[in-house]
């Protein structure tokens, strides 16, 4: 068996404007939880993007890496942390809002070829064998469907990981028939089956995911509460129990964020 894990978490944007304060905290606490605390992943098989390392060709090449040779009875697993937000899709008759869910990588600026989509998520994805125990965790604004002004603020505020402005190249590009992306899935087929895996989501697609200061250190809240119930439950509660615990704890605590699962493996445990 061969265990591998790819953390992403942008905390600094070329745009200070649109710099968040917990993702890489994120993926320490998820790179801690996984090799150390549970001792499931070797850190030689743990690569972490962070900041501007983590632009849209360093993600897709170490996607490849992370899913390249995978056997039954592998387990993989893929976290970003950082922004998130919705462009206008290629399309419109899978998509009822006309809209693709999207992260942000370091280097995205609204243009095709910085944005990750949810569809190029799909193909990267589509080759993991059955049998390879898949998870996908995403602490980012409108994630559910993605398988498919500042201020200065205290550490009390909230921040959200999304982009206010994003989308507005697309929507030029996509005008013409000429947009790299249409090129792109010209001979690809969007991908529709179910995902081969589990994606655990920060919330539902219109909604935002919070950046938050939770005891004395900035995290996700999706991410931070997650941590906190798979070591209280991991081993005895499935993924999709889980995030319904991770619900209940955000909606208490003040959130106002709806984590979601999808995949075939949401009703499996975190760990094999």
């Given at each position: ?17 649109n ?15 996984i ?12 690569k ?20 390249n ?13 950082g ?20 992260i ?5 600026n609204?243009?095709?070829?910085t ?29 559910e ?34 947009s790299?992306l ?14 081969n895996g589990a ?5 539902e697609?219109?909604e ?5 200061y ?13 941590i ?45």
């Amino acid at each position: 068996m061969q265990n591998k894990a790819l953390l992403v978490g942008i905390n600094k944007y070329p745009d200070p404007r649109n710099e968040l304060r917990g993702c890489v905290n994120d993926i320490l606490d998820m790179e801690y939880f996984i090799s150390e605390k549970n001792k499931v992943y070797d850190k030689q098989n743990i690569k972490k993007l962070t900041d501007k390392a983590a632009t849209k060709n360093n993600i897709v090449e170490q996607i490849k890496w992370l899913v390249n040779g995978a056997q039954a009875g592998d387990q993989l697993l893929f976290h970003y942390s950082g922004h998130g937000a919705q462009a206008p899709t290629l399309f419109n008759k899978l998509e009822q809002d006309g809209l693709d869910e999207i992260i942000c990588p370091y280097d995205y600026n609204g243009s095709n070829e910085t944005t990750l989509r949810d569809k190029e998520f799909a193909h990267l994805f589509a080759g993991i064998p059955k049998g390879v125990h898949f998870i996908w965790i995403s602490d980012s604004c409108h994630a559910e469907d993605l398988s498919r002004d500042p201020q200065p603020l205290t550490p009390s505020d909230n921040r959200y990981r999304y982009f206010s402005k994003a989308g507005n190249e697309d929507m030029m590009l996509l005008k013409g028939n000429t947009s790299p992306l249409k090129k792109l899935f010209e001979n690809l087929p969007p991908i529709i089956a179910p995902l081969n895996g589990a994606l655990l989501s920060a919330c539902e697609s219109h909604e935002l995911s919070a950046d938050a200061y939770i005891n004395n250190k900035f995290n996700g809240a999706f991410t931070y509460y997650l941590i906190k119930n798979l070591i209280e439950y991991g081993n005895s509660k499935p993924m999709n129990l889980i995030v319904q615990l991770v619900n209940r704890e955000l909606q208490h605590n003040g959130y106002d964020q709806s984590p979601q699962t999808e995949g075939l493996l949401e009703n499996a445990n975190f760990f094999i």
